[in-house]
């Protein structure tokens, strides 16, 4: 009987053991989520964007082709992002038939005088760049296809793209866009303006600027 009672309690092990080395390993799930979206930036333009100049005398316009250069008016701008991307714009002039001076692509229009007279033009200057409280560097490039090239300071120009930068070869990546945009405009004289100013006129300048964003 004792004999019995070891043989089955040898078997018993043996069985055991084999259903052990036949057993799955323990396993696990390692997850990697996400999710891909298109980030949303709002910018929030000083003033509705406005750079009220104020009232000016027409005693600051001068006879014949002779220019008055007005006060630089400078206004904070800032775009915020819900994720981090770059940002850049693109300025169009909205009255670029009534510049008062044609020879440089950074001058735009303030409106016309006296029927097709043009009051004159204006500067816009993106300066103090900052992405996310630190300082950046501006780039500019003409189109898509433009050169990169970036610079402490640039001044618009129509069918260029600005926007704020990292290094000389690429953009700055973050998600609180901020820059000063100093306007500096400058009248005509009453020649350029088709006469005298006999009555009151608005000074009516006006840029859409075009922003994009996008790792």
Known sequence: ???????????????LGITAAHAAPPTTELKVKGKLSVPTCTVISPDAGVYDLGKISASQVKSGTAVTALTPMTKSW??????????????????RDSRSDVSSALYFGLGNINNTGKIGFYTVE????????LS?????????AGAFTTVSSANFQQGYMFGWAETTTTQKAGKIFTADMVVSPT????TTMGGPVTENANIDGSITMQFAFGI
């Open 187 to 190: 009248l005509a004289g009453t």
């Open 78 to 95: 800032v775009a915020t992002c819900d994720a981090e991307t770059y940002l850049n714009l693109t300025p169009t002039d909205n009255r």
């Open 1 to 15: 009987m004792k004999t019995q009672l070891i043989g089955l309690t040898v078997l018993a092990s043996l069985v």
């Open 126 to 133: 993106m300066k103090n760049a900052k992405v996310d409280g």
């Open 136 to 144: 950046s560097l501006v780039f500019y490039k003409n189109g898509s």
